[in-house]
């Protein structure tokens, strides 16, 4: 990469990182809607990995003080619970706060996580339209979050969830399927909401799912 493409990139993630910031007022609260932590989860790693620290820490504060349960769940339980997106969440939190240094903050909302995760496969419980199932996006956040947190028995059984996934896979040369039903059988199901159980090989999101893992 020449130095002046660097530049270009710099730039880019600069005016990337001023919308956003331009999104959080001066309590670290998003201005759409202060109380949602879909909002709010990954911007203190963003901000931290952009060597906004301030703005990171403004933020995983109001995260903290205005949203997070003393367990590490989300207070308003909309957003806990086996059919919302709180392992994702909580992954990236937990990962977030180990990078500010708030490891206390990491391991208590890891530990949280940790209560979904299934003992005799590592992976993490969720709640679909086909069932309980544990699959590799919200898994492999989690597992990052426990790994983070020093919660390293959590995250080694997690990938080995992972490394049984692959193992298991029955078409591997066609498409990536990316979880287990609650017997262990990965999801494979005929009629299975495209691009929610399976990804082609070609298709744009496989990257984006294996990046979390």
Not at 54 to 79: C, M, P, T, W, Y
Not at 141 to 163: R, V
Not at 197 to 206: E, S
Request: hydrophobic share 40%; glycine share 8%; net charge negative.
């Amino acid at each position: 990469m020449t130095t002046d493409t660097a530049n270009e990139f710099r730039q880019a993630a600069d005016r990337a990182l001023d919308f956003l910031a331009a999104h959080v007022d001066a309590d670290g609260r998003s201005r759409i809607d202060p109380n949602d932590p879909g909002l709010h989860f990954k911007l203190p790693y963003v901000f931290a990995y952009a060597d906004r620290r301030q703005l990171a820490l403004r933020v995983l504060d109001h995260i903290e003080r205005n949203l997070l349960a003393d367990d590490g769940s989300f207070k308003d339980d909309r957003f806990n619970g086996p059919a919302s997106a709180f392992l994702y969440q909580a992954g990236w939190l937990a990962w977030s706060s180990a990078a500010l240094g708030r490891f206390d903050l990491a391991r208590r909302i890891a530990r949280r996580a940790m209560q979904e995760q299934d003992p005799e496969l590592g992976g993490f419980w969720n709640e679909t339209h086909q069932g309980r199932e544990q699959g590799v996006l919200n898994s492999s956040s989690a597992a990052a979050g426990c790994a983070a947190a020093g919660e390293l028995e959590a995250a080694a059984m997690a990938a080995e969830f992972m490394d049984r996934l692959i193992e298991l896979q029955p078409e591997p040369d066609q498409r990536f399927h990316f979880g287990f039903y609650a017997d262990g059988q990965v999801i494979t199901d005929s009629d299975a909401e495209t691009g929610r159980n399976y990804f082609d090989l070609d298709g744009p999101c496989r990257p984006a799912m294996f990046a979390t893992a």
